[in-house]
């Protein structure tokens, strides 16, 4: 058997002209470059695309799914303990609520509500009004007081500031007398230095506003 060598466009035994060759490497140069010219696909792109399930792959495993059979057991919430768990917890809420209704009703059987007979929102508002009285009448002396205050302490000032004597008059000196005492005395040191003072002349002096001289 001869065997049959496929002819192509480069082989001049191949009978295609030199116009058709050069028609075709054009149209596959033109073919490559719009290929490069295409943005490229990352590689996260490319993985995603490998990872994505066939149509038919995910139908055999929703057929799989669906042929599976049922457990038989009765789910947990249908359980016939924890529906008689409920019904205890229900009757046991039920039966507190009736304790704390007749616990009060037990202490409401012997309250007495009104303490005072007769006593309503007339009186109430008569003792507010004696309460605001005499809360205003206090307030009233208080400020009087601290006003008095204020006044004695503003006389006292003006009485130092107006070169009156606040003190009382000093007595009479009896000049003879001060002069035997002075002359009685004795001159210890044989110098000219005055007397010491008395002690009542002393203040007499203060009192009058006179100088005293140093001993």
Known sequence: ??????????????????????????????????????????????????????????????????????????????????????????????????????????????????????????GERALRKVAQRGVVKLFNLVQQAQNQAVMDGDEKKAARGSGRPSLPAPKAVDKTKHTKKSKNKDNILGRGKEAALDKDDFFDMIRSGAVVSKA
Do not use: C
């Not at 002819?7 to 116009?19: I, K």
């Not at 695309?49 to 066939?54: I, M, N, Q, S």
């Open 1 to 122: 058997m001869s065997s049959k060598r496929k002819q192509t466009p480069d082989d001049p035994s191949s009978g295609y002209s030199e116009d058709a060759q050069s028609s075709l490497q054009v149209s596959e140069d033109s073919a490559d470059e719009i290929e490069s010219m295409k943005p490229q696909k990352s590689r996260q792109t490319k993985k995603r695309k490998l990872r994505a399930t066939h149509a038919s792959a995910f139908g055999e495993t929703l057929q799989s799914l669906l042929n599976t059979d049922a457990p038989s057991s009765v789910p947990l919430s249908l359980k016939p303990s924890l529906a008689r768990k409920r019904n205890d917890e229900k009757i046991e809420m039920k039966a507190k609520k009736i304790l704390q209704v007749e616990k009060k009703e037990k202490e409401e059987k012997a309250r007495i509500t009104d303490v005072i007979g007769g006593w309503g929102g007339e």
